[in-house]
């Protein structure tokens, strides 16, 4: 006999009664595991482990499903900051108001786990309601991590106002992480030439090589925090600049919410151009 906390605990946290029915469930078991508390039901159709998600089971009790940023949490792909609970609701009537989260009313593809949204439905959703990079930037998270590929590229964009297009050619799968594409974006927004995860002088790889001599990293702070990590970025920097070329650093604060002070610095060590070898300063003085 199959165990119906296990089969919710494979379907991520819910399935409705159907579904559970699908699998070989009578309703008499499930009704039994509901008493015996194993388990919850959540409205007429859904039911959930006793431990459940509670963003999962808000949008349930409020007829509607994991949309837009919080969808793509689910998916663990890049958002640059979480808004309140967004609940993906079909316009239909008698769907009450709610005060647990926002809203989106649009029809939509219910993901294979379908208490959310589907992967280009919730990218879609995001898009419209967030700026350019941090789009770009959970796009790329989804190509990174192979949640989507060129067919899935060709729906969401035709979700998306026609002004988007654009933001197409700026995509990069290689993106290591959001700050590297918040960084990335408004770099080519600039027209200057931008490599991501590129080799880099001392080993290992730099988030991004900016005009063939610029490297620039994008660090999550508590990564870099660690003593071994930060020797090791420590050399890195003094190899590039033994090389004759710059390195630039900089933190979540600094891209998140000080992206025109960030994009300043990078276009001012641009505009002093490249600072030749070490030993050929050495030469010239």
């Known amino acids: 006999m199959r165990d119906i906390e296990l089969d919710l605990t494979a379907a991520g946290g819910a399935m409705t009664r159907t579904a559970l029915r699908a699998l070989g469930h009578t309703p ?12 919850q039901a959540v409205g007429r159709s859904w039911v959930m482990p006793r431990e459940a998600d509670a963003e999962i089971r808000a949008a349930l009790e409020a007829h509607g499903v994991l949309g837009g940023a919080t969808a793509l949490g689910s998916f663990g792909v890049w958002v640059t900051e979480q808004p309140r609970l967004q609940i993906a609701t079909r316009p239909t ?9 926002d809203r989106i009313w649009e029809d939509y593809e219910a993901d294979a786990r379908p208490w959310r949204v589907s992967i280009v439905d919730a990218l879609a959703q995001h898009a419209r309601r967030v700026e350019a990079p941090h789009a770009i930037a959970s796009i790329d998270s989804a190509l990174h991590r192979g949640l989507i590929g060129e ?4 729906r969401l964009f035709g979700k998306l106002p026609k002004r988007c297009a654009r933001w197409r050619r700026m995509l990069d799968r290689h993106a290591g992480s959001g700050l590297e594409s918040l960084v990335r974006v408004p770099c080519l927004e600039r027209g200057w030439s931008v490599e991501s995860q590129v080799p880099a002088p001392g080993g290992s790889f730099s988030d ?3 005009d063939g001599w610029l490297y620039v ?7 870099h925090d660690n003593a071994r990590q930060a020797a090791k970025d420590r050399r890195r920097d003094r190899a590039i600049t033994d090389q004759g070329d710059r390195g630039l650093r900089f933190g979540y604060a600094e891209v998140v919410h000080d992206i025109a002070r960030t994009m300043a610095t990078i276009s001012l060590v641009l505009s002093q151009g ?3 070898r070490v030993g050929e300063q050495a030469s010239a003085s």
Do not use: K
């Not at 499930?30 to 388990?39: D, M, P, Q, T």
């Open 208 to 210: 991004l090589l900016i």
């Open 151 to 154: 067919p899935e590229l060709d």
């Open 274 to 276: 490249r600072p030749g």
């Open 93 to 101: 009537r008698g769907v009450a108001a709610t005060s647990v989260g």
């Open 217 to 223: 990293e994008a660090d999550g702070d508590e990564w």
């Open 28 to 39: 008499r078991q499930i009704r039994r595991a509901i008493e015996g508390g194993g388990v």
